[in-house]
């Protein structure tokens, strides 16, 4: 992708952040406040995954919940502030075999970096129904951590047979008072420790050989409708809220084939936050397949953006 010709034109910078979820506004604040001439390139809607979020009550800092539009809207405000500079297009080619890296900008612009920062986090999977998405932020959601607690005292369920679906699940069980796990076949593929879990907990039923065909409601969720694979009996069941749990997908296309990946997809980095070329880090979920939490992405961003920053020190000596 690099064009020599284009070092002479190409807006340069110490360091890109790419992505603008928690993660890449953190990165982007400690960029800018270090005194690296820093953008972040976050697409047309910045914000991430915490744009669907309603209500977030375990950021620190925020007495009162704040919605996840609210808090991505502070992130950008304060990294501006201190002199990021920040652009609604996306980058849609990078050539990181080059020194310095060469991003190639989806308006048509070609930049250049010093040291990049890849954010651009993780999607939960969806099934894809029309009605799961119609619901989303009103039962339906892909985070039981993030949005359990406003389920006290309800009934729902989990769509899953894994690991992530036990461990919601699991989870879920503090505050509702019945989770249904709703699984395609005939067995879990979660481990036996965590199937044990499940079965020694009173307030799960499982239900096997059954897919979601339908969430029902109005404004808000009031059940599901439910078909046997094996039978095609079609039933419904009244609840509060809808937890999907088939797991994730990490953004990393872009970076096939020029850094490492592990078998899900994910960024593989040291304990820097450091990928597999020198002088590119990752941060966020795009690198962490397990907690999936805005103030461990914001923490994994300050790390990448601190680390960029000795990494360019040393380039001077």
Known sequence: ??????????????????????????????????????????GTVPGGQLLATLEIENFPGFPEPVTGADLMQAMLKQAVR?????????????DLAVRPFFLKVSDGRTVTADSV?????????????????K???????????????FFRGKELCVIGGGDTAAEDALFLTKFAVKVWLIHRRDALRASFRMQEKLKANPKIGIIY???LEEVLGEAKVTGVRLKNVKTGAVTELPLCGVFIAIGHDPATALFKGSLKLDEEGYLVTDCRGETSVRGVFAAGDVMDPHYKQAIIAAG??????????????????
């Open 1 to 42: 992708m690099a064009d020599k010709n284009d070092t002479q034109t190409a807006a340069h910078y110490d360091l890109a952040v790419i992505g603008a979820g928690p993660a890449g506004f953190t990165a982007a604040i400690y960029g800018a406040r270090g005194g690296l001439k820093t953008a972040l390139f976050g």
């Open 82 to 94: 201190l002199g990021a500079a920040m652009f609604t297009d996306e980058i849609i080619a990078a």
């Open 117 to 133: 920062i890849v954010a651009t986090g993780a999607r939960a999977r969806w099934l894809g129904l029309p009605s799961e998405g």
């Open 135 to 149: 619901y989303i932020g009103k039962g339906v959601s892909g985070c039981a951590t993030c949005d359990g607690f």
């Open 209 to 211: 050989d059954t897919v």
């Open 300 to 317: 994994a961003g300050c790390r990448a953006s601190m680390e960029a920053g000795r990494y360019l020190e040393e380039l001077k000596k």
